[in-house]
């Protein structure tokens, strides 16, 4: 007999999918081979700009989270641990951002994108509109990182998907947990 269909309609991404993806995501870059160069090569100039580029993309996430717990200093506590994990995901690819949440959210003279609006502008009025941009731009960059695994050394690939799986993580717990 099957079981009836829950009545409520979930939107995301399910705890089964999320725990599917990262042994899938690993699975199919561990058939990729290493850059290919003796043993003693460097990481190849692609391979420096990828990361380079990851670890932008993590520090400009950083400062969302960090955007979003100035201005709704309620969801502090709820934040501030996902918010130390892209830090790592940064520093994991070569960054260094390591300010503390309290720290001012403003940009730094060496960013990459001086057009782009102040973070703390951007942020909703209300707490479950700035969850839910947190967790958008968290899934946005975890499909991108996603997407790239392909064109990337084994290496850097896995840590991609590690990466990717975590923010898909993030988003289950920004858009589902009531923590």
Do not use: W
């Amino acid at each position: 007999m099957p079981f009836p269909s829950s009545p409520r309609a979930r939107s995301g991404p399910r705890r089964r999918s999320l725990l599917a993806v990262a042994p899938a995501a690993l699975a199919l870059t561990g058939c990729t081979g290493d850059s290919g160069g003796p043993a003693g090569d460097g990481p190849s100039a692609a391979d420096r700009a990828a990361r380079a580029r990851a670890a932008r993309d993590s520090e400009g996430l950083v400062e969302r989270y960090d955007a979003v717990i100035a201005a709704r200093p309620g969801l502090a506590g709820r934040l501030r641990p996902l918010r130390e994990e892209v830090v790592r995901h940064a520093q994991a690819f070569g960054g260094g951002r390591t300010a503390s949440p309290s720290a001012s959210p403003s940009v730094s003279p060496s960013a990459t994108s001086s057009a782009s609006p102040s973070p703390s502008a951007a942020v909703p009025a209300n707490d479950k509109d700035a969850l839910a941009g947190l967790a958008a731009a968290e899934r946005e960059l975890a499909d991108r990182r996603t997407k790239a695994l392909g064109g990337m050394p084994g290496e850097l690939a896995r840590l991609l998907a590690s990466v990717a799986a975590a923010g898909a993580a993030h988003v289950y717990l920004l858009t589902e947990g009531d923590a």
